[in-house]
């Protein structure tokens, strides 16, 4: 098991930034990709980035490119997401989660079956 644990979210203005984290406990981190999904009030969960367990590899959704960046450190078994130029439209609750584990460290994925671990979710509340 894997354990994941949000935190960094609130309210914000529009404009305004946001730094999430994501502390993971339990199995190995360094080995799994991640990644942050949000889910908006009454849509579907929606993939936001996600970064390779070496670091080096990173995926976005265009709606949060040269916004949003994702950053990971295994030594701390942390993933972040510096969230820039919020949008009242970011507004969501922010999941990070843990893909399965794999040897190819630039691997990542924007498909939410390819994760097996999911935190709790921290709520981002962006006002115009």
């Known amino acids: 098991q894997v354990q994941l644990v949000e935190s960094g979210g609130g309210l914000v203005q529009a404009g305004g930034s946001l730094r999430l984290s994501c502390a993971a406990s339990g199995r190995t981190f360094s080995g799994r990709a991640m990644g942050w999904f949000r889910q908006a009030p009454g849509k579907a969960r929606e993939f936001v980035a996600a970064i390779s367990w070496g670091g080096g590899s990173t995926d976005y959704a265009d709606s949060v490119k040269g916004r949003f960046t994702i950053s990971r450190d295994n030594a701390k078994n942390t993933v972040y997401l510096q969230m820039n130029s919020l949008k009242p439209e970011d507004t969501a609750v922010y999941y990070c989660?843990?893909?399965?584990?794999?040897?190819?460290?630039?691997?990542?994925?924007?498909?939410?079956?390819?994760?097996?671990?999911w935190g709790q979710g921290t709520r981002v509340t962006v006002s115009s």
């Open positions: 989660a843990g893909a399965r584990a794999t040897s190819d460290r630039d691997h990542t994925s924007s498909r939410a079956y390819e994760y097996d671990y």
